[in-house]
């Protein structure tokens, strides 16, 4: 099986940055697109930042121009830089990931990190 395994997270101050990190291990072949979406109480979860394999990134407008998504595919790792954080970046931040394993192809979320920007 697949296991997506999120850090990073915690309690920030307006203006300040955090990273998080989310790494998946198991039986994978390939993983194609790997993602951050987030959701805040009483939201939807959205997309907040998508990469693919080949580096085309995505963002939400809300997040442009503050955070940064990466990846290393030797790693099985996905980031997120989150710089210049408000207060209603304020959430639960999940990972995503569209994984080929020797059977199927399905994605697979990580159990999410809190992230909490004080004002």
């Known amino acids: 099986q697949v296991q997506l395994l999120e850090s990073g997270g915690g309690l920030v101050q307006a203006g300040g940055s955090l990273r998080l990190s989310c790494a998946a291990s198991?039986?994978?072949?390939?993983?194609?697109?790997m993602g951050w979406y987030r959701q805040a109480p009483g939201k939807q979860r959205e997309l907040v930042a998508a990469?693919?394999?080949?580096?085309?990134?995505n963002y939400a407008d809300s997040v442009k121009g503050r955070f940064t998504i990466g990846r290393d595919n030797a790693k099985n790792t996905v980031y997120l830089q989150m710089n210049s954080l408000k207060p209603e970046d304020t959430a639960v931040y999940y990972c995503?990931?569209?994984?080929?394993?020797?059977?199927?192809?399905?994605?697979?979320w990580g159990q999410g990190t809190q992230v909490t920007v004080s004002s």
């Open positions: 995503n990931a569209d994984v080929e394993t020797r059977w199927a192809n399905r994605v697979y």
């Open positions: 198991g039986s994978i072949f390939r993983i194609n697109a």
């Open positions: 990469i693919t394999s080949g580096g085309n990134v």
